[in-house]
């Protein structure tokens, strides 16, 4: 594995516990033949549906690993909210 693949399986762990608190929310994430942004779905597990993607541009994925989380879980709380399943 590249240090980019760790990078995203950790990225996806991480939003993967945050979800948790969510039922019935699941985190998807979106290979586009290794093409920028990093993208991530968040969808609804019963009935099967999309809620939202989250991107990361280059920039964001070279932050450093706190600072990139931050931002994975403010745009995954920020698609909740704008689809109404932050409750």
């Given at each position: 594995?590249?240090?980019?693949?760790?990078a995203?399986?950790?990225?996806?762990?991480?939003l993967?516990?945050?979800?948790?608190s969510?039922?019935n929310?699941?985190?998807?994430y979106?290979?586009v033949?290794?093409?920028?942004?990093?993208?991530?779905?968040?969808?609804?597990i019963e009935?099967?549906?999309?809620?939202g993607t989250?991107?990361?541009?280059?920039a964001?994925?070279?932050?450093?690993?706190?600072?990139?989380?931050?931002?994975l879980?403010?745009?995954?709380?920020?698609?909740?909210?704008?689809?109404?399943?932050?409750?």
């Amino acid at each position: 594995m590249t240090t980019l693949e760790i990078a995203i399986d950790a990225d996806t762990e991480a939003l993967h516990a945050v979800a948790e608190s969510f039922p019935n929310i699941d985190i998807v994430y979106k290979e586009v033949a290794n093409a920028l942004p990093y993208r991530w779905e968040v969808q609804l597990i019963e009935p099967r549906q999309y809620l939202g993607t989250i991107a990361l541009t280059a920039a964001q994925i070279c932050q450093p690993d706190t600072e990139r989380r931050v931002t994975l879980r403010r745009e995954f709380l920020r698609i909740l909210r704008e689809t109404g399943h932050d409750r």
